[in-house]
């Protein structure tokens, strides 16, 4: 019985910390608000470009190396074609030259926390 409350506990604190990880980093989804990424991505389904979630899925969520996240925050900055093609029938993403590296990598991990 002990054990059994233990067990239901713990399940509990991994589903919360899941929760509180896939919400991501407040700051960056605000700043994407302001920029025009909702416009054409949604989290859960595809819009013109692919979904958050579906970018998350491809480059292992939250567990992406340093390389892949400054690669993708370069993509963003000058813009993407090609990746998605399945998807977007060959949309291109558009560049974001106001962009700076560090707030394109904050945008990353916020996509890459869905
Ligand atoms: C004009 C529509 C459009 C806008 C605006 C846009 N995207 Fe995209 N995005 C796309 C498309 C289309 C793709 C798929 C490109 C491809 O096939 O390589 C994409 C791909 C991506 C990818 C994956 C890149 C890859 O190579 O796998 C990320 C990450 C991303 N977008 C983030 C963002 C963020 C953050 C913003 C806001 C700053 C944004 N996008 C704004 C259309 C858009």
Redesign the pocket.
């Known amino acids: 019985m002990k054990t059994r409350v233990l067990s239901i506990a713990a399940g509990a604190a991994v589903f919360l910390s899941g929760t509180a990880l896939a919400a991501g980093n407040p700051a960056a989804k605000a700043m994407?608000m302001n920029?025009?990424?909702f416009?054409?991505?949604a989290v859960d389904h595809q819009l013109?470009?692919?979904s958050f979630r579906e970018?998350a899925q491809?480059y292992h969520g939250s567990a992406a190396s340093g390389a892949t996240i400054a690669t993708?925050a370069k993509?963003?900055i000058s813009g993407?074609?090609?990746?998605?093609?399945a998807q977007?029938g060959g949309?291109?993403?558009?560049p974001?030259p106001q962009?700076s590296q560090a707030q394109a990598e904050a945008?990353?991990k916020w996509?890459l926390a869905q």
């Open positions: 994407m920029s025009d990424c416009t054409c991505h013109v470009g692919p970018i491809r993708l993509k963003i993407g074609n090609g990746h998605w093609n977007t949309m291109a993403m558009t974001h962009l945008m990353v996509v």
